[in-house]
């Protein structure tokens, strides 16, 4: 096996996977793993639902594509019931959540002109993670993943996270401001949850203001943070748009871009599009997800999330390293007092993947079926890890 033809824009792990099954992944060697990434959040239902794999089944052997020329039945019938969990009024699919993105801030483009400004801004947040293309990796809040890439695009402006006043300070100083863009709860910066009343006072600022309130719920939505999108345990937030992709399809590539009230209005035919966005293969696999998610799954989020966050904080807090466990339902992370990248291959031997972020934090985004028993092995293996990676520290 090589990877000399591919180009290397991942650091990868020497491992191959080969079956998946729930919170659980099997290597090329036969070797189990207990899976706390799930492709990055995305698995939400576990790896290889049998509703997913059926609907893809069944589907790839009556349709797959046939762009958006024409009426998609499965499109239409996901849309409806996206907009029925969600409250949202109107859809538009994409195939990854950057383009969801791409479409919220081309909306915030629209809004911006309909107001009269001849440069709408978008207000962005420190720490803030919005994908790879042009325009999300200029709202993107990550100098190392900007660097290279100048020129960046015109019409950010950024403010620090969980920060209402700073938003209201760009907005007085800024007639071109046309939108806010921000995660409900930051996911790859490092799993930071803001103030409760953060995303309601935001929304009471861009209603006064006439913006656009955008959330990237690409991975804080599906059931992630314990009810489909994270907005809806804020009374009080009325997004004008949301974006998802990642738990949609449970992983088969799939994105949306959500809108209602002053953001409902402003496409139109010719204004955006896409290929394959929302073909009937990926409409059919998130139907599945969206079906299977509001059966009783996305209800028993909080209570494991706390179980996790809870049974991590009695284990750790004694420790030497630890900070301080946080997070909402089941995107959560343990945030240490030194950078530990060397975790995530100590883990890996001991039959546990996990992931680090932003140098020193832990995130933990495991399906959400992940059961009691499972989070008890995942910190049983990660108190193992971190005794050897403590062990290593002070050797050197
Ligand atoms: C909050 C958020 N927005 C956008 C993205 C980009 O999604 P994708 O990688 O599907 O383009 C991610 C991916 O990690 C994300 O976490």
Same mark, same amino acid.
Do not use: W
């Given at each position: 096996?090589?990877?000399?033809?591919?180009?290397p824009?991942?650091?990868?792990?020497?491992?191959?996977?080969?079956?998946?099954?729930?919170?659980?992944?099997?290597?090329?060697d036969?070797?189990?793993?207990?899976?706390?990434?799930?492709?990055?959040?995305?698995?939400?239902?576990?790896?290889?639902?049998?509703?997913?794999?059926?609907?893809?089944?069944?589907?790839?052997?009556?349709?797959?594509?046939?762009?958006?020329?024409?009426?998609i039945?499965?499109?239409?019938t996901?849309?409806?019931?996206?907009?029925?969990?969600?409250?949202?009024?109107?859809v538009?699919?994409?195939?990854s959540g950057?383009?969801?993105n791409?479409a919220a801030?081309k909306?915030?483009?629209?809004?911006g002109?309909?107001?009269?400004s001849?440069?709408?801004?978008?207000?962005?947040?420190?720490?803030?993670?919005h994908?790879?293309t042009?325009?999300?990796?200029t709202?993107? %809040?990550?100098?190392?993943?900007?660097?290279?890439?100048?020129?960046?695009?015109?019409?950010?402006?950024?403010?620090?996270?969980?920060?209402?006043d700073?938003?209201?300070?760009?907005?007085?100083?800024n007639?071109?401001?046309?939108?806010?863009?921000?995660?409900?709860?930051? %996911?790859?910066?490092?799993?930071?949850?803001?103030d409760?009343?953060?995303?309601?006072?935001?929304?009471d600022?861009?209603?006064?203001?006439?913006?656009l +309130?955008?959330l990237d719920?690409i991975?804080?939505?599906?059931g992630?943070?314990?009810s489909?999108?994270?907005?809806?345990?804020?009374?009080?937030?009325?997004?004008?748009?949301?974006?998802?992709?990642?738990g949609l399809?449970?992983?088969?590539?799939?994105?949306?871009?959500?809108?209602?009230?002053r953001a409902?209005? +402003?496409?139109?035919?010719?204004?955006?599009?896409?290929t394959?966005?929302?073909?009937?293969?990926?409409?059919?696999?998130?139907?599945?997800?969206?079906?299977?998610?509001?059966?009783?799954?996305?209800?028993?989020?909080?209570?494991? %999330?706390?179980?996790?966050?809870?049974?991590l904080?009695?284990?750790?807090? /004694?420790?030497?390293?630890?900070?301080?466990?946080r997070?909402?339902?089941?995107?959560n992370?343990?945030?240490?007092?030194r950078?530990?990248?060397?975790?995530?291959?100590?883990?890996?031997?001991?039959?546990?993947?996990?992931?680090?972020?932003?140098?020193?934090?832990?995130?933990?985004?495991?399906?959400?079926?992940?059961?009691?028993?499972e989070? /008890?092995?995942?910190?049983n293996?990660?108190?193992?890890?971190?005794?050897?990676?403590?062990?290593?520290?002070?050797?050197?």
């Amino acid at each position: 096996m090589t990877d000399k033809y591919l180009m290397p824009t991942y650091a990868r792990q020497p491992v191959t996977f080969v079956t998946g099954e729930g919170c659980r992944l099997t290597d090329s060697d036969g070797r189990q793993y207990l899976d706390v990434v799930a492709g990055i959040a995305v698995c939400n239902l576990g790896h290889c639902h049998p509703a997913v794999t059926r609907a893809i089944q069944a589907q790839a052997g009556t349709l797959v594509h046939t762009s958006n020329l024409y009426h998609i039945q499965a499109q239409e019938t996901l849309a409806e019931k996206l907009c029925q969990a969600s409250g949202m009024e109107k859809v538009f699919f994409s195939n990854s959540g950057a383009e969801a993105n791409e479409a919220a801030i081309k909306l915030a483009r629209l809004h911006g002109h309909r107001k009269g400004s001849d440069n709408p801004t978008v207000i962005v947040m420190d720490s803030a993670f919005h994908g790879r293309t042009m325009a999300t990796l200029t709202a993107t %809040g990550n100098r190392k993943a900007q660097a290279g890439f100048e020129p960046l695009l015109s019409g950010f402006s950024r403010a620090p996270f969980n920060d209402v006043d700073a938003v209201r300070r760009i907005i007085e100083h800024n007639k071109d401001v046309a939108a806010v863009l921000v995660e409900p709860v930051q %996911g790859e910066g490092g799993v930071n949850v803001p103030d409760p009343d953060y995303l309601a006072r935001l929304s009471d600022l861009c209603e006064e203001h006439d913006l656009l +309130l955008m959330l990237d719920e690409i991975q804080t939505g599906n059931g992630r943070t314990g009810s489909y999108f994270a907005f809806q345990q804020i009374e009080g937030c009325k997004p004008d748009v949301v974006t998802t992709a990642k738990g949609l399809g449970n992983g088969f590539p799939i994105g949306a871009c959500l809108v209602a009230n002053r953001a409902s209005e +402003l496409f139109g035919p010719g204004s955006h599009g896409s290929t394959y966005g929302g073909n009937p293969l990926g409409c059919a696999a998130a139907l599945a997800v969206v079906e299977t998610l509001q059966d009783g799954i996305i209800d028993s989020v909080h209570v494991r %999330g706390q179980y996790l966050r809870q049974t991590l904080t009695q284990r750790f807090a /004694d420790h030497a390293m630890f900070r301080e466990v946080r997070g909402q339902g089941l995107i959560n992370a343990m945030q240490l007092d030194r950078d530990c990248p060397e975790l995530v291959g100590l883990c890996r031997e001991r039959g546990l993947l996990i992931n680090v972020t932003a140098g020193s934090v832990i995130r933990m985004v495991p399906p959400l079926v992940i059961s009691e028993a499972e989070i /008890d092995e995942m910190v049983n293996i990660l108190e193992d890890a971190i005794k050897a990676f403590s062990d290593s520290q002070e050797a050197a």
